[in-house]
């Protein structure tokens, strides 16, 4: 069964709910500095494995785990419970985006100094945490992305892995920063960079907080990372060729949106590196910072 992709009306209440239900279960919580928020719908069997290979340390720093549970009907709520993280959960399906900015916004309101993302289904390996983690750590980027197309990919959709090339070509040309990574679920990022790009996708969201946050002046960083096939269940996306038009078509609103009346980034702007053995990443400009806020849901 494939999570919501529309905006249903029910959403903003069970969203409040879960935020308020979230404090009550944990009053007066502070984070560790590194927050790793991995949003899971239906995810019992992959879940446990992923909560496994969380370092309690990254880069020098403690690591917490918040799970946010996007109404599923099987026991992943109980499987992250039992593994000691922290768990915010939403009655009702609500999609992965709104299920991330629960994420993002808890992080926040709650001390996290950094912020890592992965998926629920074990394709990414939360052993390569550090490696994310260490640009923003050592200020060299605002938002890391862990590309699979600098490291490696297990998968053998052979459709799926042009779309990744693809997208990241049309990201490039339209903003004229080079990724070659838009849709990766693996990721570290600064929180002001989840509280002051507007965000509004239920399902696509990947595109849209790299969009915005390219265009807020925000820098850009990559690694190589792995991508694993998924170990259990079926994915969340839908067929291939349905999920690459609705992604393509958030990458062009999205940029349609970002991009009007701001000027683009310098052409070629990333700090990227295809490892330890190359010779370093490219010196970007230096964001701006914008007055945090607070973005929609």
């Known amino acids: ?67 946010v549970d996007d109404g599923s009907d099987d026991q992943t709520e109980k499987v992250a419970l039992e593994h000691g993280v922290h768990v915010a959960r939403l009655e009702r399906n609500c999609g992965h985006g709104i299920a991330l900015r629960v994420g993002y916004q808890l992080a926040r309101e709650h001390g996290a100094q950094f912020i890592v993302t992965v998926d629920a289904d074990g394709q990414w390996d939360p052993v390569e945490i550090p490696s994310v983690l260490q640009p923003l750590v050592d200020d060299e980027a605002d938002f890391v992305i862990g590309s699979r197309v600098l490291g490696r990919t297990e998968t053998d959709d052979t459709f799926r892995q042009a779309g990744v090339h693809m997208f990241a070509a049309l990201v490039r040309w339209l903003t004229g920063v080079s990724v070659t990574d838009t849709s990766s679920g693996f990721r570290a990022l600064r929180p002001e960079v989840t509280a002051t790009v507007p965000q509004v996708q239920v399902q696509y969201q990947t595109s849209e907080l790299l969009i915005g946050a390219i265009y807020r002046g925000y820098r850009i960083a990559e690694r190589p990372i792995t991508m694993h096939k998924r170990t259990a269940g079926e994915s969340k996306k839908g067929h291939n060729l349905l999920y690459g038009l609705r992604y393509a078509r958030v990458i062009l609103t999205t940029w349609a949106r970002e991009g009007h009346g701001r000027q683009a980034p310098q052409r070629g702007q990333v700090a990227s590196r295809r490892g330890p053995t190359s010779a370093g990443p490219t010196r970007p400009a230096r964001r701006a910072r914008p007055t945090a806020r607070r973005i929609g849901l």
Not at 27 to 47: K, Q, S
């Open 1 to 67: 069964m494939a999570s919501t992709k529309r905006f249903e009306p029910y959403i903003p209440q069970v969203r409040a709910d879960a935020l308020r239900d979230f404090d009550r279960r944990y009053p007066g919580l502070a984070f560790a500095p590194v927050v790793v928020v991995i949003a899971a719908y239906n995810e019992e069997p992959c879940l446990g494995g992923v909560l496994d290979d969380v370092p309690a340390m990254a880069c020098g720093l403690k690591v917490d785990t918040l799970v």
